[in-house]
């Protein structure tokens, strides 16, 4: 597929992704996109930065800098959009941080590709983080029939049991893959999965997708339920 030099950002780059036919074999269009980008100054970030979330949508789905087009999206755009909707609707910053991580994981499993790109992106992404909250809050509510917890300190019994996991933590820990380990170990450390993508030289969908294995991991060991994956 022949290239015009105005496909390399702006509005230019907008048209072609959406001309471009979704058997074309886009591993081919990289190199040339890389060479005209570097000419410019610019790198496949800054230049998915000017599209649409419609056209970053269907980036992803023509598999076209896949990678950078989703971490333009669940990296950036719709975090900012979606996580104060999350604190508004009485989730904590780690419940919404959750929620925000298991949303990537869904899309990343097939639910962008059967987004239709002609329509606005939001209220679809919007619906799917509403189900999440919601299937969220239905397997919370078992926990809020035992009561409010006392909020004095700690006992000997609690103290213990507080130890106990804790070691129980530090074990289930050891025995999850490297990478996997390594990017929790990052995550309680207070990166987010951007820099943990830059810190370990790997693409952000996988971030998110580890993440979710080693979250799953976890609760499987500590007792939680869940499937872990390959």
């Not at 989703?70 to 910053?93: A, D, M, N, T």
């Not at 951007?194 to 991991?217: D, K, W």
């Amino acid at each position: 597929m022949a290239l015009d030099p105005s496909s390399l950002s702006g509005g230019g780059l907008e048209k072609f992704i959406w001309e471009l036919p979704a058997d074309a074999g886009t591993d081919g269009l990289r190199p040339e996109f890389l060479e005209g980008w570097a000419a410019r100054e610019m790198t496949p970030a800054s230049a998915f930065s000017t599209l649409t979330e419609e056209t970053l949508a269907l980036a992803f789905q023509k598999e076209f800098f896949a990678d950078e087009a989703f971490g333009e999206l669940f990296g950036k755009r719709v975090p900012r959009r979606l996580l104060p909707c999350f604190i508004e609707w009485g989730l904590s910053p780690h419940q919404a941080l959750d929620i925000m991580q298991d949303l990537s994981v869904r899309f990343l499993d097939g639910a962008v590709l059967r987004y239709d790109p002609t329509r606005s992106f939001y209220p679809y992404v919007l619906t799917a983080a509403r189900n999440l909250v919601a299937d969220f809050r239905r397997r919370r509510q078992p926990e809020s029939l035992g009561g409010e917890i006392d909020g004095g300190s700690a006992g000997p019994d609690e103290q213990a049991s507080a130890h106990e996991l804790e070691e129980r933590i530090g074990q289930a820990l050891q025995t999850l893959p490297d990478l996997e380990r390594r990017i929790v170990e990052l995550i309680l450390a207070g990166c987010d999965s951007n820099s943990i993508a830059g810190q370990l030289g790997i693409p952000l969908p996988r971030v998110y997708r580890l993440t979710h294995q080693a979250r799953e991991r976890l609760r499987q060991l500590l007792g939680g339920g869940g499937a872990t994956e390959k």
